[in-house]
């Protein structure tokens, strides 16, 4: 059974950067299928913050992509999020998920998800 | 980014069907890219319902069906049931890679 589980602080100062880190189990990201991350406002809908394969290729939401860098650390296992210069509006449910393929690309399995708050 | 048109929210009484579009365009859904569907219960994760259009992963109750028509997908849920009050998105692709969700629909069961 494949599990993610988002890692981070929960508080994070406005013009800082905002990092997390999505720890996988029950599968090797090195063996394939892209992972994203995804984040969701209080109260508001779903959006997509980007994608990467194991081997590094990255794709990033055009509105975020100035200051949304992933990356991956297939000797733990892991891929992480770094979302610079955050302001009030950066405040979301933050997500990690794998993207499957087959049928279109879609999220098969997702983290429970983490809170993250830009406030001073 | 694109976006993918939800009514904000639909209501049936147990039992009953209901279905929930998702209005795309000619760049993405009417490209030919694959609609997927979500399910969000109150405080949880988005969960997959729906996969390619009209696939359910293993252990979605056959209750919930997708479609495909043109640049719009729709969800079916036959027999509503309580435990379906939930937030459901619909999500798809366009030609960079990028994905992107609809704007999301409140199931509520009267």
């Known amino acids: 059974q494949v599990q993610l589980q988002e890692s981070g602080p929960g508080l994070v100062k406005p013009s800082e950067t905002l990092s997390l880190t999505c720890a996988v189990s029950?599968?090797?990201?090195?063996?394939?299928?892209?992972w994203g991350w995804i984040r969701q406002p209080p109260g508001k809908g779903l959006e997509w913050i980007g994608s990467?394969?194991?081997?590094?290729?990255?794709y990033y939401n055009p509105s975020l992509k100035s200051r949304v860098t992933i990356s991956v650390d297939t000797s733990k296992n892991q891929f992480s999020l770094k979302l610079s210069s955050v302001t009030a509006a950066d405040t979301a449910v933050y997500y990690c998920?794998?993207?499957?393929?087959?049928?279109?690309?879609?999220?098969?399995?997702w983290g429970q998800g983490t809170l993250v708050t830009v406030s001073s | 980014q694109s976006v993918l048109t939800q009514p904000p929210s639909v209501s049936g009484a147990p039992g009953q069907r209901v279905t929930i579009s998702c209005t795309g365009s000619?760049?993405?859904?009417?490209?030919?890219?694959?609609v997927h569907w979500y399910q969000q219960l109150p405080g949880t994760a988005p969960k997959l319902l729906i996969y390619?259009?009209?696939n359910r992963p293993s252990g979605v109750p056959d209750r919930f069906s997708g479609s495909k028509s043109g640049t719009s997908a729709s969800l079916a849920i036959t027999g509503l049931q309580a435990e379906d009050e939930a937030d459901y998105y619909c999500?798809?692709?366009?030609?960079?890679?990028?994905?992107?969700f609809g704007t999301g629909t409140k199931v509520t069961v009267l």
């Open positions: 029950g599968y090797s990201i090195s063996s394939g299928y892209y």
């Open positions: 999500q798809s692709y366009d030609s960079s890679l990028s994905a992107f």
């Open positions: 998920a794998r993207l499957a393929a087959g049928g279109g690309y879609y999220f098969d399995y």
């Open positions: 000619s760049s993405n859904i009417g490209a030919g890219y694959d």
């Open positions: 390619g259009n009209s």
């Open positions: 990467i394969y194991h081997s590094g290729s990255t």
